[in-house]
């Protein structure tokens, strides 16, 4: 790996620092360079606040040494206004002279702009580096740009014998198959994505929060499939604790393509990305319809013997690791 590579590694580094609080936005690493020295740093902040260049540059101690550095960023710098003013004016108004792009940026407003005012401004601009990386990072952003959908992220528990809830149960609550590292991770993970799905038979049989209390963080915009309209206020889904979007006939149509409507909703809400935690019949449903990008299986130790079976699906392993006793398997949908 050549030092153009490790500096855009880097900016992925620490552009991770902004998942789960820069939505709708990308999150975006930057890094200054100046004779082969890291001078500055910086990555998205929450919404509404700066783009990771402004930060970098604002690191900074001497600004005299922008005139002789080199940005490298994740991300193709904005060339619009937004909740900020354009990047790449800044980077042009610091006569920064080199720019290192990892990839493009797909949004409209953006798709090349942002390159075309540097180099119009003189600097030389690299794109291009460590691309796959880039785009596996900002893989939310560009699903949504891309496919007019949020990133989609399927997750559940099953027992060692293959089932996701017992046939019976005593109470209105979850039956953990999973141990409490699963779950807190599960928590973390709440934290990182915008909204969180399930259907209506998961808010009747468990009554879920569906909030985060194992990890700190914001908790997602929840949403529920309620067909009917037919589910009591009192559940804790209607609780104060977090935002609630209901899906019903008067606006999704649950005979054709449920996914692909909800979806679509999603979109116009400007959700970019979601995870469906069930039921089984919900996650099955985006699984036949082809609509998602991650699987989050876990498998405990339990066994039901008789139940509700776990999805059936395909997808391409890229991970297995154990946490405790529970093993997690990470699939992707290519």
Same mark, same amino acid.
């Not at 600097?123 to 596996?136: A, P, Y």
């Not at 969180?196 to 879920?208: K, M, R, W, Y």
């Not at 995870?275 to 036949?288: C, N, S, V, W, Y």
């Not at 991650?294 to 699906?313: D, H, L």
């Given at each position: 790996?050549?030092?153009?590579?490790? !500096?855009?590694?880097?900016?992925?580094?620490?552009?991770? &620092?902004?998942?789960?609080?820069?939505?709708? +936005?990308?999150?975006?690493?930057?890094?200054?360079?100046?004779?082969?020295?890291?001078?500055?740093?910086? #990555?998205?902040?929450?919404?509404?606040?700066?783009?990771?260049?402004?930060?970098?540059?604002?690191?900074?101690?001497?600004?005299?040494?922008?005139?002789?550095?080199? =940005? !490298?960023?994740?991300?193709?710098?904005?060339?619009?206004?937004?909740?900020?003013?354009?990047?790449?004016?800044?980077?042009?108004?610091?006569?920064?002279?080199?720019? %290192?792009?990892?990839?493009?940026?797909?949004?409209?407003? %953006?798709?090349?702009?942002?390159?075309?005012? =540097?180099?119009?401004?003189?600097?030389?601009?690299?794109?291009?580096?460590?691309?796959?990386?880039?785009?596996?990072?900002?893989?939310?952003? #560009?699903?949504?740009?891309?496919?007019?959908?949020?990133?989609?992220?399927?997750?559940?528990?099953?027992?060692?014998?293959?089932?996701?809830?017992?046939?019976?149960?005593?109470?209105?609550?979850? %039956?953990?198959?999973?141990?409490?590292?699963?779950?807190?991770?599960?928590?973390?993970?709440?934290?990182?994505?915008?909204?969180?799905?399930?259907?209506?038979?998961? %808010?009747?049989? $468990?009554?879920?929060?569906?909030?985060?209390?194992?990890?700190?963080?914001?908790?997602?915009?929840?949403?529920?499939?309620?067909?009917?309209?037919?589910?009591?206020? &009192?559940?804790?889904? #209607?609780?104060? +604790?977090?935002?609630?979007?209901? =899906?019903?006939?008067?606006?999704?149509?649950?005979?054709?393509?449920?996914?692909? $409507?909800?979806? @679509?909703?999603?979109?116009?809400? @400007?959700? +970019?990305?979601?995870?469906?935690?069930?039921?089984?019949?919900?996650?099955?449903?985006?699984?036949?319809?082809?609509?998602?990008?991650?699987?989050?299986?876990?498998?405990?130790?339990?066994?039901?013997?008789?139940?509700?079976?776990?999805?059936?699906?395909?997808?391409?392993?890229?991970?297995?690791?154990?946490?405790?006793? $529970?093993?997690?398997?990470?699939?992707?949908? $290519?």
């Amino acid at each position: 790996m050549n030092t153009t590579e490790l !500096y855009i590694k880097r900016a992925l580094q620490i552009a991770k &620092n902004g998942l789960g609080t820069t939505r709708p +936005n990308p999150m975006v690493g930057a890094v200054i360079v100046c004779n082969d020295k890291i001078i500055g740093e910086g #990555f998205t902040s929450a919404y509404g606040g700066n783009h990771a260049e402004v930060n970098a540059i604002a690191s900074v101690k001497d600004i005299s040494l922008l005139k002789k550095s080199t =940005l !490298y960023v994740t991300l193709e710098p904005c060339s619009h206004f937004g909740k900020t003013p354009p990047c790449s004016d800044l980077i042009i108004k610091h006569k920064i002279p080199e720019v %290192v792009i990892g990839c493009l940026d797909d949004n409209p407003q %953006v798709a090349g702009k942002g390159i075309e005012k =540097l180099k119009n401004a003189g600097c030389k601009v690299t794109v291009g580096v460590l691309e796959t990386e880039c785009k596996k990072h900002h893989k939310r952003f #560009f699903t949504f740009h891309n496919k007019k959908r949020p990133y989609i992220i399927l997750k559940w528990a099953e027992t060692d014998d293959g089932f996701i809830a017992p046939k019976t149960k005593k109470e209105q609550k979850p %039956v953990w198959i999973t141990n409490p590292y699963s779950r807190q991770l599960v928590h973390k993970w709440r934290t990182e994505e915008q909204a969180i799905l399930v259907g209506t038979n998961t %808010v009747l049989q $468990d009554n879920p929060s569906l909030t985060v209390r194992d990890w700190k963080g914001e908790n997602p915009i929840r949403v529920v499939l309620d067909r009917r309209l037919k589910l009591d206020k &009192n559940f804790f889904v #209607f609780n104060d +604790n977090a935002e609630t979007i209901v =899906l019903s006939e008067a606006n999704i149509d649950f005979k054709n393509s449920i996914a692909k $409507d909800i979806c @679509n909703t999603l979109f116009k809400k @400007n959700i +970019n990305s979601v995870i469906i935690e069930g039921g089984a019949k919900t996650l099955q449903t985006f699984i036949d319809e082809s609509l998602w990008d991650e699987a989050r299986v876990f498998k405990g130790k339990t066994k039901f013997k008789e139940g509700t079976k776990a999805p059936i699906f395909r997808g391409n392993l890229v991970s297995k690791e154990k946490i405790a006793d $529970d093993i997690l398997r990470i699939y992707t949908n $290519d």
